[in-house]
């Protein structure tokens, strides 16, 4: 859900439901490092509901346009995380035995 | 005073910060009263007006993120993550904690109870044992589902106790697995109905859950056959059916696949005076650990040198007394984590983490079908 104003499309709240501060915190690293943002931050209004509003304001760009490709860079990493994750337990299974191997000399 | 700016210094190199500034983006320095520089520094422009760009493109991200497995074992596994920001590295904790699923007993039908173990901390016993299923073979139960073989997993406990025999300890590996599904009958109204084939029980298998193909080679029971469940005295009985659904940490932790996760950033002990003889045998006397060790020099010197700063635990017993804290600085390294995962048994701990990572891409995926 967004909450912004309908003439300017560069400043906006948009209310997440059955989110908390996993998703949250790691979106708002993502957006910070987007040059095209002037402020970002995220909010809890209340514990027990799960619900998380992000406020998004950049320089000129729509604000909604500027979290998805935040999200879009989000996935990106994730999947770069997945791929080097796994080919480094492969080499590490690899590895291991020679290592046991070269233990039982 | 002649000011020159910023931008014009000769002896910083263009796009790279004084390294004073980069020791503050980079470390957290743990000094004796509390760690200073914790925050981190996200905001792109945080050194615009140095000239430099403090925001992370895909490609720099993708050529400096490193994985480095430690230790891996059927159950925990140890690995390094360079080049990773905090914020993401909590999401997979969290996630790895709380919103991975697994099996475990949700419902347990008490035929018979006489034991000193009352029914409700009985049930509440049998929920926290680890099962050894794997989650992605099942369906969630919701409420108006019926429970069949592709959402329930059924297991049967009948012990008893002799009258005249010694005490009984009822261990996990009672526990039997019913493939074919409940055995207790519901009470129907109807008594006079001509006798089916087979009567209403609490579950409705269509087919039994050994002849699927997942199952043929695997039994599924407790993970651990030694927990204790309850004891028995002589005469007494315990006959119950748990009925086992898949469900998330995060509405009740007996649904949590790791014992725990935990991740910490990696210690940087750094030397800033040469530390020699007697003083470096106080030095390496102090650490608990053993991070320090001595180095022979030339014309029978000694000098202390840093040897394992990876097992440093931060007791910070090196800075402490007087002027220690101008020889030795402990820091730790902002963006190098030592995750560890330790499971209950269900699934590896890599199958673990990688699903941890593509639950936080579903997270994504879905705020992402939202905005548009």
């Given at each position: ?6 003439s300017?499309?560069s400043k ?9 501060h996993?998703?949250a915190?790691?979106?708002r690293?993502?957006l910070n ?10 909010s809890?209004?209340h514990?027990?509901d799960?619900r ?5 304001q ?6 909604r ?5 935040a ?9 770069h ?10 080499d590490?299974k690899?590895?291991?035995p020679?290592?046991d191997m070269?233990?039982?000399? | ?12 190199p ?8 980069e ?5 957290v320095?743990?000094n004796?009263?509390a760690?200073t ?5 996200q ?5 615009s ?5 403090n ?9 400096n ?11 925990d ?8 920001d ?15 699923p697994?099996?475990a007993i949700?419902k ?22 680890p ?11 919701s409420?108006n589902?019926?429970?069949?073989e ?8 009948h ?14 590996n ?9 055995e ?5 109204e109807?008594?006079?109905s ?6 209403k ?8 859950q ?11 029971g407790?993970k651990h056959?030694?927990i ?7 005469g007494q009985?315990i006959?119950?059916?748990?009925h ?13 696949p ?14 800033l ?7 470096a ?13 001595i180095?022979d ?11 394992r ?10 800075i402490r007394?007087?002027d ?5 600085a402990?820091r ?5 984590f ?11 701990p890599?199958?673990l983490?990688n699903?941890?990572v ?15």
């Amino acid at each position: 859900m967004e909450h912004g104003s309908f003439s300017d499309h560069s400043k906006s709240t948009f209310s997440l439901s059955d989110e908390d501060h996993t998703l949250a915190n790691s979106v708002r690293f993502t957006l910070n490092q987007d040059p095209r943002v002037a402020f970002c931050g995220y909010s809890i209004p209340h514990p027990s509901d799960a619900r998380v509003n992000i406020r998004v304001q950049t320089t000129g760009d729509s604000a909604r346009e500027v979290l998805k490709d935040a999200c879009q860079d989000l996935m990106l990493m994730c999947q770069h995380v997945r791929s080097t994750f796994d080919k480094a337990v492969v080499d590490y299974k690899l590895s291991k035995p020679v290592k046991d191997m070269s233990i039982e000399k | 005073m002649h000011r020159s700016p910023a931008l014009d210094m000769p002896d910083v190199p263009k796009g790279q910060l004084p390294p004073h500034i980069e020791l503050q983006r980079t470390r957290v320095l743990c000094n004796f009263d509390a760690p200073t520089h914790t925050e981190n520094v996200q905001y792109s422009g945080a050194y615009s007006s140095m000239g430099v760009d403090n925001s992370l493109r895909m490609d720099q991200f993708c050529n400096n993120f490193r994985v480095e497995v430690i230790r891996l074992s059927e159950d925990d596994m140890e690995f390094d993550m360079i080049g990773i920001d905090p914020s993401i590295a909590n999401a997979f904790r969290r996630i790895l904690i709380a919103e991975l699923p697994t099996m475990a007993i949700e419902k347990v039908l008490i035929a018979n109870n006489t034991s000193i173990v009352q029914d409700e901390v009985l049930a509440h016993r049998l929920g926290l044992i680890p099962i050894d299923a794997d989650p992605r073979l099942f369906d969630y139960l919701s409420e108006n589902d019926t429970p069949n073989e592709k959402n329930t997993i059924v297991f049967n406990l009948h012990v008893r106790c002799e009258r005249g025999g010694p005490r009984l300890t009822v261990k996990s590996n009672e526990l039997k697995w019913l493939p074919h599904g409940s055995e207790f009958p519901l009470a129907t109204e109807n008594t006079t109905s001509s006798s089916t084939s087979k009567p209403k029980t609490y579950t409705s298998f269509s087919c039994s859950q050994d002849s699927l193909p997942e199952f043929s080679d695997k039994s599924i029971g407790p993970k651990h056959p030694d927990i204790i469940i309850a004891k028995l005295g002589p005469g007494q009985e315990i006959e119950l059916e748990a009925h086992a659904v898949k469900g998330m940490g995060k509405t009740h932790a007996k649904w949590s696949p790791v014992a725990t996760a935990w991740y910490r950033m990696l210690p940087e002990v750094v030397l800033l005076q040469e530390i020699e003889d007697e003083k470096a045998e106080e030095l390496v006397k102090k650490c608990p650990v053993n991070v320090f060790d001595i180095e022979d020099i030339a014309k029978g010197k000694k000098k202390a040198t840093v040897a394992r700063p990876r097992a440093c635990t931060l007791c910070r017993e090196c800075i402490r007394g007087d002027d220690w804290d101008k020889h030795v600085a402990i820091r730790r390294v902002k963006n190098h984590f030592i995750f560890t995962i330790e499971s209950t048994g269900a699934l590896p701990p890599e199958v673990l983490f990688n699903e941890a990572v593509k639950v936080l891409e579903d997270k994504c995926e879905r705020v992402i079908t939202e905005l548009s």
